[in-house]
């Protein structure tokens, strides 16, 4: 017997398909995440002597021991339906150009995930401009950084739907864990799939 093309075998294999549940959580989180959401962690620089780390989905992308971080803003680009890594790299904040920098920004598409890690100073080159961008991905804290703060944050070009995954250590020298640098900050957790513009 035969339905819409399918036979019974073909109806079984359909309604009973296996799949392989993860056994366990990427990126060192403490729980797996929801096939609608990929794993994220991010951690900024040390200072100026150690790099920041960004991993996506169970791979580090970026990272001081693979020697692809610089001073600035260290930046992960993902499609946020198919998770593939788009592009990365760091836009040097001490000497880049900061047309150059804007255009990178601007370059990125709506609806992409933008994976983003602080090293050094990010304020040298910073502009209104390019903190106006980062407001649109959902950031809360960009206008508020300042040379030699730490800050990590992960949202959506385009969305302008405010992201809790940021954070922002500030220079302070009564707070300062290194000298003349403040700690380290990292977030991480379940990043929702999709281009949509929902909260994050």
């Known amino acids: 017997m035969r339905y819409r093309g399918m036979n019974n075998a073909d109806q079984i294999k359909t309604i009973f398909k296996i799949t392989t549940p993860e056994t366990a959580p990427k990126c060192g989180l403490s729980r797996i995440c929801p096939p609608d959401h990929f ?69 990125i598409e709506t609806g992409m995930i933008v994976m983003v890690a602080s090293y050094d100073d990010v304020t040298t080159k910073m502009t209104d401009e390019m903190r106006e961008i980062f407001v649109g991905m959902g950031s809360t804290l960009i206008k508020s950084v300042k040379r030699r703060d730490n800050w990590v944050f992960v949202g959506k070009a385009g969305m302008r739907n405010n992201s809790c995954f940021e954070k922002q250590a500030v220079n302070d020298e009564k707070t300062n864990i290194y000298e003349g640098w403040p700690a380290t900050v990292e977030v991480g957790g379940c990043f929702p799939r999709g281009a949509d513009g929902q909260k994050l």
Do not use: Q, T, W
Not at 46 to 69: R, S, T, Y
Not at 75 to 100: H, Q, R, T
């Open 39 to 107: 794993a994220i962690h991010i951690r900024s620089g040390a200072a100026n002597v150690v790099g920041p780390h960004i991993c996506f989905e169970g791979k580090i992308i970026m990272a001081h021991l693979l020697n692809n971080v610089g001073p600035g803003l260290n930046i992960v680009v993902i499609n946020s339906e198919k998770g593939d890594v788009e592009k990365f790299g760091y836009l040097n904040m001490k000497i880049g150009k900061p047309e150059d920098i804007l255009a990178y920004l601007k370059e």
